[in-house]
């Protein structure tokens, strides 16, 4: 069963994401690089073997994701849990500009990851584009007066928060047939939202300092539970779930 092999690991993750939180709060850096990427690490072999019995993960070739979607997935926990280690000293410019790279580079890999052989709901995607451009343009005018003496920082944020919105609205409009497991997939659609949450939140605590009560530990809440549930959204067409109510019917 993959409950056996996979329940005591998220009590692991989330214990070492639980401590790192509270090292965060102590401002203890040495420890906080130490723990904060490997809650992000640690889903690799769950994205690549754990959820599969341990076997090496295979995607259904009726399915319309690509046969290396679960590389890219892990891919993108990789560029992720690096951005991680920038973003610890995110008031240092250099390394808020090495983190926001590092997380565009998680997102491209999402994307490709998601990229489907079919096309995408040509409605949804235009729908999640208006609304995306309604709620973010003016979170975005707002942020940017506190950054007009630093262009380059102005244009990758706004690079950055592009990247973050395509994907999230790319996975909204994947194309889906009988065999995708909608449990996983909702999680997904969770996960991506939970990600822009993240790092609005984040924008606003560096920027707007005392305007987000219990700044970080919101910061790490949402990015926590995103990477978290966009990993398990890797399952939607190899979840166990899945055949198990096939196998009923």
Same mark, same amino acid.
């Given at each position: 069963?993959?409950?056996?092999?996979?329940?005591?690991?998220?009590?692991?993750?989330?214990?070492?994401?639980?401590?790192?939180?509270?090292?965060?709060?102590?401002?203890?850096?040495?420890?906080?690089?130490?723990?904060?990427?490997?809650?992000?690490?640690?889903?690799?072999?769950?994205?690549?073997?754990?959820?599969?019995?341990?076997?090496?993960?295979?995607?259904?070739?009726?399915?319309?994701?690509?046969?290396?979607?679960?590389?890219?997935?892990?891919?993108?926990?990789?560029?992720?849990?690096?951005?991680?280690?920038?973003?610890?000293?995110?008031?240092?410019?250099?390394? =808020?500009?090495?983190?926001?790279?590092?997380?565009?580079?998680?997102?491209?890999?999402?994307?490709?990851?998601?990229?489907?052989?079919?096309?995408?709901?040509?409605?949804?995607?235009?729908?999640?584009?208006?609304?995306? =451009?309604?709620?973010?343009?003016?979170?975005?005018?707002?942020?940017?007066?506190?950054?007009?003496?630093?262009?380059?920082?102005?244009?990758?944020?706004?690079?950055?928060?592009?990247?973050?919105?395509?994907?999230?609205?790319?996975?909204?409009?994947?194309?889906?047939?009988?065999?995708?497991?909608?449990?996983?997939?909702?999680?997904?659609?969770?996960?991506?939202?939970?990600?822009?949450?993240?790092?609005?939140?984040?924008?606003?605590?560096?920027?707007?300092?005392?305007?987000?009560?219990?700044?970080?530990?919101?910061?790490?809440?949402?990015?926590?539970?995103?990477?978290?549930?966009?990993?398990?959204?890797?399952?939607?067409?190899?979840?166990?779930?899945?055949?198990?109510?096939?196998?009923?019917?």
């Amino acid at each position: 069963m993959p409950t056996v092999l996979t329940f005591p690991y998220y009590i692991a993750v989330l214990a070492v994401a639980g401590t790192y939180v509270f090292f965060a709060q102590q401002e203890n850096k040495q420890m906080m690089h130490l723990l904060k990427s490997i809650p992000i690490w640690m889903q690799i072999p769950l994205i690549l073997f754990l959820w599969d019995h341990g076997k090496r993960r295979t995607v259904d070739p009726e399915s319309p994701i690509k046969s290396n979607y679960h590389t890219f997935m892990a891919l993108g926990s990789l560029m992720g849990g690096i951005g991680d280690q920038f973003m610890i000293h995110p008031d240092v410019r250099n390394s =808020l500009v090495m983190g926001t790279v590092f997380f565009g580079l998680c997102h491209i890999a999402y994307i490709y990851a998601v990229w489907p052989s079919q096309p995408f709901k040509k409605s949804t995607l235009i729908v999640g584009t208006v609304i995306s =451009l309604m709620i973010l343009l003016p979170i975005y005018w707002v942020l940017i007066q506190d950054m007009k003496d630093d262009i380059l920082l102005m244009f990758g944020m706004g690079a950055y928060l592009v990247l973050e919105t395509a994907a999230t609205i790319m996975f909204f409009a994947l194309p889906r047939n009988e065999n995708c497991c909608e449990r996983c997939y909702s999680v997904g659609r969770i996960g991506y939202v939970s990600f822009i949450v993240s790092d609005v939140v984040l924008f606003f605590h560096l920027f707007r300092h005392g305007l987000i009560p219990f700044g970080d530990p919101t910061v790490m809440f949402f990015y926590y539970m995103a990477q978290f549930f966009i990993a398990y959204s890797s399952r939607m067409y190899t979840c166990h779930h899945l055949h198990a109510e096939k196998e009923k019917e």
